[in-house]
């Protein structure tokens, strides 16, 4: 029966399977805990090492079967090795079940060696740029392809990302993807049991209720990607809440580590990843978070201005600004998050609700006044040169679409007909009622009349 004992064996499709001890607890099997249920490490009798998860009772499910098969497609993609996996059925594995009937559905796949993201951030181990870089692009390139297949992995966090060669030179790193079982696919029924609750990953706007579509990753994924570009820097490190780097009560809030984390990833990398971090951040919907499509190119962008920089001489000027922007960065958070003056606050609302009335040409012009005053790459002038795009956008429709124009002469035609039909309506109803009451005091004196005779 499970849990198993040490010496337990099991019989797996034509193989012979024993557990692992545990390498902190002599005597007792290699289990890790999880949300659905138990991963044991087994070994056969090759040495070769394989994984048995064995899921809850509320978690066994035979449309596991139908995830497998979706998963066999593409098991051959980075950081999809799990999805190699066979499961335990009652047509196949009959004699196992019959002698340990908690192994129903459970999945036997491969054992893969490595350290959670989450662990990576409750150690606090910087890692260097290079390797940054390397974890979020070859993340980024996974993720990139389940979206493009329309697939997306539902339940996606730092402690089901998996760092493989953690210790060795970033050529040597990769990320795998694990607790699949929740995937999206057009293919397969919406799960009983989504993931619930605030995490350092879940949106304001998806707190108390989960989500399950094509794009259900792209709000936690966006940060596990910012999460790991910025882990090079000290200051990240440090400023981390927990097994995440956002406490879950301040997601899509304008704090101390938001701000940090904006003006970390502009300086390593430049404008264009800080700015899908920024949209990202104000949004109000998943279809409104980047693609990671999006973030790919961005990517690409950071390499070649990671380049930049290493190949640019250092001048005194850079010097002297370096120390000016790092004294900006070690003011107290009050300065970083109050950054716009009361006149600046009042020229972006105006620009923002003639934005909202539809005066899109007024609105672009006052946003164009008002990034003028911000140096370029700081967080305000890439946001409000965003908001400009959004703006010409709409105007560029507006002129390629154009709405049916009217003359002077043909507006007021319009509204002297309205204004006569206004005035036909009144004068009806003023005969009517004049005729209403009329016939009420003719009935009345007939009436009287009638009395006296």
């Not at 730092?158 to 057009?186: C, F, R």
């Not at 980047?290 to 920089?309: C, D, M, N, Y």
């Not at 107290?332 to 899109?360: D, F, H, I, K, M």
Request: net charge negative; proline share 5%.
């Amino acid at each position: 029966m499970f849990p198993p004992e040490l010496t337990t064996e099991l019989h797996i499709r034509n193989q012979i399977y024993k557990l692992v001890s545990h390498p902190q607890f002599e005597g007792m099997p290699y289990g890790q805990e999880g949300r659905e249920g138990t991963v044991y490490k087994l070994v056969n009798s090759a040495g070769e090492s394989s994984a048995l998860k064995v899921f809850r009772p509320a978690f066994r499910k035979p449309s596991a079967m139908k995830l497998t098969e979706l998963m066999a497609n593409m098991k051959d993609n980075p950081g999809l090795r799990v999805w190699s996996r066979t499961i335990l059925n009652p047509l196949e594995d009959m004699e196992l079940l019959g002698q340990y009937p908690e192994l129903l559905y459970s999945a036997h796949m491969p054992w893969i060696e490595g350290k959670t993201w989450s662990e990576f951030m409750l150690d606090r181990e910087v890692i260097t740029p290079e390797k940054s870089l390397k974890l979020a692009s070859v993340l980024v390139s996974t993720m990139a392809v389940l979206e493009q297949a329309g697939i997306a992995h539902g339940d996606l966090s730092a402690t089901n990302l998996l760092i493989v060669n953690a210790n060795q030179e970033s050529e040597e790193m990769s990320v795998e993807l694990v607790d699949v079982e929740g995937m999206y696919a057009k293919q397969l029924e919406e799960p009983d049991n989504l993931p619930e609750g605030a995490t350092g990953y879940t949106p304001d706007f998806l707190r108390e209720y989960g989500d399950w579509s094509p794009q259900s990753d792209r709000f936690a994924g966006g940060i596990l990607l910012a999460e790991m570009l910025a882990w090079s820097s000290t200051d990240i490190c440090k400023c981390a809440w927990g097994d995440s780097y956002f406490d879950p009560q301040e997601m899509q809030q304008l704090s101390e580590r938001y701000t940090l984390l904006q003006e970390t990833l502009e300086q390593q990398y430049g404008p264009e990843v800080a700015a899908l971090l920024s949209r990202l951040w104000s949004a109000e919907q998943l279809q409104q978070c980047p693609t990671f499509g999006e973030w790919q190119i961005a990517l690409a962008s950071a390499k070649e201005f990671v380049q930049q920089v290493e190949k640019a001489p250092v001048s005194d000027q850079d010097v002297q600004l370096r120390q000016s922007e790092e004294e900006t960065v070690n003011l107290p958070s009050e300065y970083a998050v109050a950054a716009l003056t009361s006149a600046q606050e009042n020229q972006l609302a105006r620009a923002r609700e003639l934005e909202r009335q539809g005066n899109l040409t007024s609105a672009f012009w006052e946003y164009g006044k008002l990034i003028e005053q911000f140096k370029e790459r700081t967080p305000f002038h890439i946001e409000i040169g965003i908001a400009m795009e959004q703006v010409q956008e709409g105007i560029d429709q507006t002129m390629f679409n154009p709405e049916p124009k009217q003359t002077l002469v043909k507006k007021g035609w319009a509204q002297v007909i309205n204004q006569n039909r206004k005035s036909n309506y009144e004068r009806l109803w003023l005969y009517v009622i004049a005729g209403s009451v009329g016939a009420l005091v003719f009935a009345v004196i007939i009436y009287v009349i009638g009395l006296f005779k």
